[in-house]
């Protein structure tokens, strides 16, 4: 089945398309308390922040709200979960300069404290919609071939 014949409700994304603009917003505050407290990321999670956490979820929004929805849902579920995953690491398991409860007092601490965990929280919501809109996809194709079938 063609991906363009694909379709899905409006809510699921409108929901998505929320989620990506608080991330984005939430991630650019967050990207600014690291310059204020002088947490440097490594060459790799640099690049990896910038194309799966920060560009990756744009990307797939915009392809979500054209003719290819499903592979716009699995971009935006995919790096979701990367960047859900790369941030519980950092900043609440692993023992580093990013760690939430590890940072050095000033101005910045509590903001990237805060948006450690909204950018945990929007990651999860970004993830679970397009779980959701992923299924509905699929729910459309399966219905789809029993049409065609039948």
């Known amino acids: 089945m063609p991906e363009s014949n694909q379709r899905v409700p409006r809510t699921f994304v409108t929901a998505a398309a929320l989620a990506v603009i608080v991330h984005t917003v939430v991630m650019l505050i967050h990207g600014a308390a690291h310059i204020g407290l002088n947490i440097e990321l490594s060459r790799w999670a640099n690049i990896y922040v910038l194309g799966v956490v920060g560009i990756g979820p744009i990307i797939g ?15 935006l579920f995919i790096t979701m979960m990367g960047g859900l995953l790369f941030g519980l690491w950092n900043h609440f398991i692993a023992h580093g300069a990013d760690h939430v409860m590890h940072l050095q007092a000033g101005p910045w601490k509590l903001p990237f404290q805060v948006t450690a965990g909204l950018l945990f929280a929007s990651e999860a919501a970004g993830a679970g919609i397009t779980f959701a809109l992923l299924g509905a996809l699929n729910a459309q194709t399966k219905a789809r071939a029993r049409e065609c079938h039948d």
Not at 63 to 72: A, D, F, K, N, V
């Open 61 to 75: 929004l915009f392809l979500l709200r054209s003719s290819r929805q499903r592979s716009g849902a699995m971009i």
